[in-house]
């Protein structure tokens, strides 16, 4: 059973913390290439994966000199290179204690080489790390998404994904189900998504998604990409739904299924709130038989009970749309003799 | 009726001398389908079997009785295959869809799940998803959706732009929505024929603001049925008669309109649908869409007259109706209905596609 607790997931390096010294991969690809080593897209793509999802140093080790096996020394020196002090982005201690607060649990998600220093102190509510050298994936897989829901019991609805890669914190967590928020470095971004947060408050109890803003345009008008609510579009093709936040703001908005990309969320409002909460749609009421009806059911003891709420609603629609009483009473006796010879048959 | 068979359809096709193919998809559009899913209407793409062809399909998955079953990937007639199947989507009320590749495009612009009263109809049952559109701007937006989902620049190539919808509640509703629609549809360089499903246009002088307002224009008339028509369709429809209608029909030829109306096969005893339909062949200006009567619940089913029990009724009626119409050189497009007396021929000739 998914955890009912709302999840932020944050991107670490170049989100929560910035280094000084650049990553593992970078210095990896420095290096070759200083010693001459030609590398394509497929290459680098090969190196950071090796680096990425390698259990440990040696294992990381092993891989690459296996790929390279002539620059072992300029790949272990690069590795073995110590990571540069970290420094908390700005926003990001705000952002964390925001969420908290709120009520959400936050994991972080990295590709750091295996052996890297943990998070600063100031960050210790961050409650996991969901890192790529445990998973054995890179986060630009979408399987690293998909174990990284089942591993920490996530509910994909009650999350979203927030980096500062288009790629990996964005398209792929996106591939996997989840919605995703950038933030770009020095863009305030941060702080911006802690606001947001403190003015949804905490998830009200009658929530059934959080929907979050990435200042998306489509089709004319500002969309919220919903890969979270594929489901919500399943039956329907659009899904209407109340959206509310904490300090008192209250819309209605539409799931809507698009062809070839993930569901958009469609407001009805111009301005449109950075979080909100999806509420559960209440249960259409069932429509009230009239009195005539009533008095026909009852003299020929026959109920409506064993017809669907579906059934039952075209039934009463049907009766109640009439205007003219004797077509009421024709639909009454019409609907009042299928239901006895139904009840017999059943007999 | 559970028990038919292939073998026992491709009598009646050979009988009738209709293709194979065409029977097995009335039959299909006349049973609906055993439940297998959540959904109670499943608009879906099949591949008859002996077909190279793609078909739109749009069927009731509610009969607990039918002969007809889906099982994965096939739809099957008493257990055996008689196409596959190759996509399939709940059918709610769509907001918008295409047929012929998009160059015809449908819009459920006007709160077509509020409508009510027509015991056939099965947008009751289901969970609604239109809206109520008024202003250009409103339907613009709709417009705008529909090319950023399709990848459109403009509507420059589209042929037609339908408002399905039986709730305009009187003529200058109906007018007034067209009028905004075009407006709307001609800020995407939209030049075709608007086309309406609707009996609420009935004078003259309606019509003639409605060809005003709109330029060129379709109007299908929603007639449905000759007998019974108090009890099985809403208030609004119920009172259209058969002879205003041709008055109708006939109003729109002197104004340049091009009508026909829907007809619902099942739901008349076979006597009065050739004779209503005969009259009405030399007033339409188009193929009338004549649909085979879809039952989505017991009650529906209940509604189907008796004669339209057999699927002999819906044959004979296709031979007797392909008669009426062959000579007045008016031919069924596939893309136009799709649960048609007519799949893939009509009278002597092949009905022209595209299927979906």
């Known amino acids: ?347 | 009726m559970s028990e038919l068979t292939l073998d026992h359809v491709g009598q009646l096709a050979d009988s009738h001398g209709i293709p194979l193919l065409d029977t097995i998809m009335i039959a299909a559009n006349s049973y609906g389908v055993r439940p297998v899913v959540e959904y109670p209407r499943v608009r879906m793409q099949i591949r008859p079997l002996d077909s190279e062809e793609v078909w739109q399909i749009i069927l009731p998955l509610d009969n607990e009785q039918s002969p007809f079953e889906l099982a994965g990937d096939r739809l099957l007639l008493s257990g055996a295959p008689v196409a596959e199947l190759v996509g399939s989507e709940n059918d709610d009320v769509v907001l918008t869809y295409l047929r012929a590749g998009g160059t015809s495009i449908t819009l459920n612009t006007y709160s077509r799940s509020n409508c009510t009263g027509c015991l056939f109809c099965p947008n009751v049952i289901e969970d609604a998803s239109d809206a109520t559109l008024n202003s250009a701007d409103e339907l613009a937006g709709v417009l705008e959706w529909l090319l950023a989902d399709n990848d459109w620049q403009d509507l420059s190539h589209a042929q037609v732009i339908t408002v399905c919808s039986g709730c305009f509640n009187n003529p200058g509703a109906a007018i007034a929505h067209m009028g905004a629609l075009r407006q709307a549809a001609s800020r995407y360089a939209f030049t075709g024929r608007l086309h309406l499903l609707s009996s609420v246009l009935r004078d003259y002088d309606d019509l003639k603001r409605l060809r005003e307002a709109c330029g060129a224009m379709h109007l299908t008339l929603t007639l449905e049925c000759f007998e019974r028509r108090s009890l099985l369709l809403k208030d609004s429809k119920a009172s259209l008669t058969l002879e205003r209608a041709c008055q109708i029909l006939d109003d729109c030829r002197r104004l340049d309109i091009l009508a026909d109306f829907t007809y619902v096969a099942g739901l008349d005893s076979y006597e009065s649908a050739i004779q209503g339909l005969s009259t009405l062949a030399g007033h339409v200006s188009t193929f009338p869409r004549i649909q085979v009567y879809q039952a989505h619940n017991d009650y529906m089913r209940n509604a189907r007259h008796p004669e339209a029990a057999n699927l002999s009724y819906y044959l004979r009626l296709r031979k007797e109706l392909e008669s009426v119409f062959a000579p007045i050189g008016l031919v069924p497009r596939s893309w136009e209905n799709y649960r048609p007396l007519w799949y893939s021929t009509f009278a002597h000739g092949p009905v022209a596609g595209p299927r979906v």
């Not at chain 1, 009806?293 to 039952?312: C, F, M, N, V, W």
């Open chain 1, 1 to 347: 059973m998914a955890d009912p607790v709302p999840t932020l997931i944050v991107d670490i390096g170049g989100t929560l913390i910035t280094r000084a010294r650049p990553g593992a991969r970078s210095r990896v690809l420095t290096a070759l290439a200083e010693r001459g080593v030609p590398l394509d897209a497929r290459q680098e793509q090969a190196i950071g994966d090796a680096i990425f999802t390698a259990p440990d140093l040696d294992a990381c080790l092993r891989s690459l000199t296996s790929m390279y096996p002539d620059r072992l020394e300029a790949i272990e020196g690069a590795l073995r290179e110590p990571a540069g002090p970290a420094t908390i982005a700005p926003g990001a201690l705000d952002l964390v204690t925001t969420a908290v607060a709120t009520g959400w649990r936050v994991i972080a998600a990295t590709n750091a080489v295996a052996g890297t220093p943990p998070l600063p102190p100031e960050l210790a509510a961050v409650s996991a790390t969901a890192c790529s050298a445990d998973y054995g994936v890179a986060k630009d897989d979408p399987r690293f998404w998909h174990l990284l829901v089942e591993r920490e019991d996530i509910n994909p609805r009650l999350a979203f994904v927030v980096g500062d890669s288009p790629r990996t914190d964005r398209e792929v967590p996106r591939a996997a189900g989840l919605q995703t928020r950038l933030a770009r470095p020095g863009s305030g971004a941060l702080a911006t998504l802690a606001a947001d947060l403190a003015s949804a408050g905490p998830m009200p109890p009658d929530a059934a998604a959080v929907v979050v803003t990435d200042g998306e345009q489509w089709a004319g008008r500002p969309v919220t990409t919903a890969p979270h609510l594929e489901d919500l579009v399943v039956r329907v093709t659009r899904s209407r739904h109340r959206f509310v936040t904490g300090d008192g703001r209250s819309y209605w908005g539409q799931v809507v299924r698009r062809k070839s990309l993930a569901p958009a969320v469609v407001l009805d409002a111009d301005a449109v709130p950075g979080v909100s909460w999806l509420l559960r749609q209440r249960e259409r009421s069932r429509f009230v038989a009239p009195a005539g009806l009533r008095a026909a059911l009852a003299a020929e003891d026959i109920t409506l009970d064993d017809l669907s709420a579906e059934d039952h609603r075209h039934a009463i629609s049907m009766i109640r749309e009439a205007r003219d009483a004797d077509i009421a009473a024709e639909r009454i006796a019409d609907l009042v003799r299928f239901l006895r010879d139904k009840a017999a048959k059943s007999h």
